[in-house]
């Protein structure tokens, strides 16, 4: 068995705690468990608040790793925004003694230092080259067939390429082989890999900006026959499912209702997990029509 310490971040437990469910029963079901962290803060996000002040930043990333130091497990977690300001925070200071130093100055005033004895890694990965395709296709017992699915990595889990080592960020396969492994049918679509609109702090500062660019893409995934939408993502999720229904509020009519499945939320479909305890009810795009269709 092995375990992870489970980073949280924000909007997992807040917004959609039942992705928060299905990740842990999912890699249970593989004996991978999962701790939760006690005592983090925001990662914090990684655009705005980085841009703004890259030394405070890097301290409160590195003293939300040292609490997983001290359990001696490296890091997962469900949202992209979370894993680039970690994994990027823990690539800067293992590449640079000094700034170890500066940011252990300040770790030094609340009891915390950070050591670099973890590694950070995203829940997909831990799905995709811990476990694997094949593993996974072995205990689905109810497959996915005949659901068409719009895979959306969002920006941060791929680049910067150079910090991230993901293979080629242009043409990414490890959610469509995932997805295939369960039965569905990946889609392919237009500006597959751009923004859903939220990230950068677009979505604070210009909502009707980061709407249009999310209105592109549901264009293209319905276009293209996509019955879901799925990601790695959590903030993805929730602009897609929470912004649907804020472009239908601005058209006056609901034009825009694609589901939108967490990664391991569908794979959890296949392998017997519950919808309501996997929190499916609660988005706020209904997942019905998925579900109708997986168990018609």
């Not at 991978?32 to 962290?37: F, G, N, Q, R």
């Not at 993901?166 to 990414?172: A, L, Q, V």
């Not at 492994?181 to 889609?187: E, F, I, Q, S």
């Not at 209105?215 to 499912?241: H, N, S, W, Y």
Request: hydrophobic share 40%; net charge positive; with cysteine.
């Amino acid at each position: 068995m092995s375990k992870y310490a489970y980073f949280l971040g924000c909007l997992t437990p807040n917004r959609y705690p039942g992705i928060e469910a299905a990740t842990i029963d999912l890699l249970r079901m593989f004996d991978i468990e999962l701790d939760y962290m006690k005592g983090t803060s925001c990662c914090p996000a990684p655009g705005v608040f980085g841009s703004f002040d890259l030394e405070t930043w890097l301290t409160v990333a590195a003293r939300n790793i040292s609490i997983a130091e001290e359990m001696g497990r490296d890091i997962t977690l469900t949202c992209n925004g979370c894993f680039a300001t970690l994994q990027e925070a823990d690539h800067m200071l293992k590449g640079n003694r000094e700034l170890v130093k500066l940011i252990n100055n300040h770790l030094s005033k609340v009891g915390r230092q950070y050591k670099g004895t973890v590694n950070v890694v995203h829940v997909i990965e831990i799905l995709y080259n811990e476990i694997g395709p094949e593993k996974i296709r072995d205990r689905v017992v109810q497959p996915l067939d005949g659901i068409k699915v719009a895979c959306h990595y969002g920006c941060h889990f791929l680049k910067p390429s150079s910090v991230r080592q993901k293979g080629n960020p242009e043409n990414p396969t490890m959610l469509e082989e995932l997805v295939e492994a369960v039965g569905a049918t990946p889609v392919e679509y237009k500006d597959k890999k751009m923004c859903c609109g939220a990230g950068g702090g677009v979505r604070a500062g210009k909502i009707d900006v980061a709407l249009e660019m999310t209105r592109k893409k549901l264009d293209a995934m319905i276009e293209a026959g996509a019955d879901c939408i799925t990601t790695p993502c959590v903030f993805c999720q929730f602009q897609f499912d929470q912004g649907q229904t804020e472009i239908n509020n601005k058209l006056g009519v609901e034009k825009y209702k694609v589901p939108v499945v967490f990664i391991t939320q569908l794979i959890g479909l296949a392998l017997g997990i519950s919808p309501r305890r996997m929190g499916l009810h609660r988005h706020r795009i209904p997942v019905k029509p998925v579900l109708d269709k997986i168990f018609h």
